[in-house]
């Protein structure tokens, strides 16, 4: 399999990434399984590869040159690259993986000819970012919080110290806005035309969640859910997720000039395929409570 990883000033944050998506951090998968291909979009200072590729043997390190602020292009350019038959794409590299996110991803990839594949997404830190970044969170409070756990020799610890992000807020049960950890076979990759150009917007805008809402709506797909893993946020002033100020009436008036409509998350419900650390538990009972009260709510109406 193939892991596509987009980077963009991340200088503190794609390290750890890297590590945490390294053979010697993921379980139950060996450096032969899967190739990581980093795919810088512009940053301002080079990346260190020697450094990355040291942190993550199995990498390799790109640079696209005039890039543009969107990174549909440098996702796609990694696409090309590609040489597995399960491809994944991580489209923000500030994004920490569980331990087996490499491994459930291929083990799910194996269940249905078409799958679909998703994880939620975490937030570190007390809160959502966009909210706890308005109360002083930092890069610093984050390295101390990073520092406080053994994520290195346990990465489901980082469970503990963070929370579902908005796209995931409804939890294990329904199928998020979007991934960031999103896994379709090369055939589907090329089916669906990778991500689409016309979102131009710097950093994107909503072609993830296009992206993600694309597949999902593919009725020959198995949409599938990694249960108990899940990719954790770094702060680094990205511009959505970090932004003081809300994007989205920006992104959404490209997403309707782009679709003709108004966007829609993904309905249904997905397949939920995986384990439960302990460390999980807590984001577990979150999800089950608000699955109570939507079935609640339901049954008013």
């Not at 990694?78 to 794409?89: P, Y």
């Not at 000819?113 to 570190?124: E, M, N, S």
């Not at 959502?128 to 489901?156: C, F, H, P, T």
């Not at 959404?252 to 003709?260: F, I, K, L, S």
């Amino acid at each position: 399999m193939s892991l596509v990883v987009i980077a963009y000033n991340m200088a503190r944050e794609l390290p750890r990434t890297l590590r945490s998506l390294s053979p010697a951090y993921q379980r139950d998968i060996g450096a032969e399984d899967y190739e990581v291909i980093v795919v810088d979009n512009g940053s301002a200072e080079p990346l260190d590869a020697s450094q990355l590729t040291a942190l993550c043997p199995n990498a390799t390190i790109h640079t696209m040159t005039n890039a543009p602020p969107s990174p549909v292009s440098a996702i796609n350019h990694g696409l090309a690259l590609a040489r597995g038959d399960l491809v994944g794409v991580l489209i923000d590299g500030a994004r920490m993986a569980s331990p087996r996110l490499v491994a459930t991803a291929l083990e799910a990839s194996r269940l249905h000819p078409r799958p679909v594949i998703g994880t939620l997404a975490f937030h570190l830190g007390p809160d959502v970012q966009m909210r706890s970044v308005a109360k002083g969170y930092n890069q610093q409070v984050e390295d101390a919080l990073l520092d406080s756990i053994d994520w290195i020799a346990d990465g489901y610890q980082l469970f503990l110290i963070s929370v579902l992000a908005g796209s995931s807020a409804h939890g294990w049960f329904t199928i998020p806005s979007e991934t960031n950890a999103l896994f379709l076979g090369r055939d589907h990759w090329r089916d669906l035309g990778g991500y689409d150009p016309a979102f131009a917007a710097p950093g994107g805008g909503l072609v993830n969640l296009d992206t993600w809402a694309r597949a999902c709506a593919d009725p020959a797909a198995c949409v599938t859910l990694l249960l108990g893993e899940a990719t954790f946020h770094q702060v680094h002033g990205g511009i959505a997720t970090n932004s003081a100020e809300s994007k989205w009436s920006v992104f959404h008036d490209e997403y309707v000039r782009v679709r003709g409509v108004a966007y829609a998350r993904p309905t249904g419900l997905p397949f939920l395929f995986g384990r439960l650390h302990p460390a999980v538990m807590p984001s577990l009972q979150v999800s089950l409570q608000h699955h109570l009260q939507l079935d609640a709510q339901g049954k008013k109406a």
